[in-house]
């Protein structure tokens, strides 16, 4: 049971704003059960049925091939500060801006898609003329074949390197340092954190704990040693401000953040301050990553088809050059 993107957002935007009428999970969840989608009929009537403790965490913990780690964290945490509704608007908003630049990308990359394949059955002409269909379907799907296998192997590293970052702070920490995509990853796993100490520490919670439920929350194994460390740092007697500055593991806005918020007790409107900023900057580079990669992808297709053209018409110059002389 897996939802699309568009899915996850539609159902996060309702359930937020029957939330905010004064319904419980449970009442939402009823109305939403009436859906014309199998799927999420499938997928609310299994949280109903399987709710667990009763708690608004124990629907989503229901269905996991549906809903992830990130989507329990911040549920639970708006849950446990009181502000369920703002949680499942910040859900509705992430997955919306992720549906977003994948539709984008889809768009941009169609026109790359059709000179790749248009160009491998004009290379492949000759071959048809030669040697028949069979050589002449041989050689277009080959040319084909070295473009998809090199797509699903970058596509391929780049899902291992994220799932290594979620586990491993040198893989995080390597991550982040690629251009374009490293802030990329930096502004998600920061608005991701941001966005859930904002509501833990309005809530009254403990900071510390605030820290390492933010930190499991944002998918960055980095941000989690860097709590830990600056848990540990606070627990001995340091301030909490230069506890997490020490750690090198968030970015200086962050940092910055945790020692204003200390200073003038107002940590909760820092965070939300800095998760607004982050996730502003994650949409502006999910948006020119969506432009920038279709177009590498058509570059390096002009030049390979550039490429194969000069070497077909230098062959048949070779040729005609050894039948004159």
Not at 35 to 61: C, K, P, Q
């Amino acid at each position: 049971m897996r939802l699309s993107l568009q899915q996850k957002e539609q159902l996060f935007h309702e359930l937020r704003e029957l939330l905010r009428s004064g319904r419980s999970v449970h009442d939402a969840l009823d109305i939403l059960a009436g859906s014309r989608s199998t799927m999420l009929r499938t997928v609310v009537s299994a949280m109903r049925a399987n709710s667990g403790d009763g708690t608004a965490e124990g629907y989503f913990a229901a269905v996991p091939q549906a809903f992830s780690d990130l989507d329990r964290e911040v549920v639970r945490g708006g849950e446990s500060a009181g502000r369920l509704d703002d949680a499942m608007g910040y859900l509705s908003a992430y997955y919306h801006s992720l549906d977003r630049t994948r539709r984008r990308a889809i768009s941009h990359v169609l026109y790359p898609l059709f000179i790749l394949h248009f160009g491998a059955v004009a290379l492949a002409v000759p071959a048809l003329v030669s040697g028949g269909i069979e050589a002449f379907l041989s050689q277009a799907a080959g040319f084909l074949a070295v473009f998809y296998i090199l797509f699903a192997l970058a596509w391929l590293v780049l899902r291992a390197a994220v799932g290594a970052a979620r586990v491993n702070p040198a893989a995080d920490q390597m991550l982040q340092s690629i251009p374009a995509l490293g802030g990329t990853r930096i502004a998600l796993v920061s608005s991701r954190f941001c966005m859930l100490m904002g509501i833990l520490v309005k809530s009254s919670g403990g900071i510390l704990s605030a820290m390492n439920r933010s930190a499991t929350a944002s998918g960055s194994a980095l941000f989690q040693r860097g709590a830990d460390e600056a848990v540990a740092a606070v627990k001995g007697g340091a301030a909490l401000g230069s506890a997490v500055a020490r750690t090198r593991a968030f970015p200086e806005a962050i940092d910055r953040a945790f020692q204003v918020g200390e200073a003038s007790g107002r940590l909760d409107e820092e965070m939300e301050r800095q998760a607004t900023r982050f996730s502003e900057q994650f949409n502006s580079r999910l948006d020119f990553i969506s432009k920038a990669v279709p177009r590498m992808i058509y570059v390096m297709i002009a030049l390979v088809l550039a490429w194969k053209i000069v070497s077909f018409y230098l062959g048949y110059y070779q040729t005609l050059s050894s039948l004159v002389q």
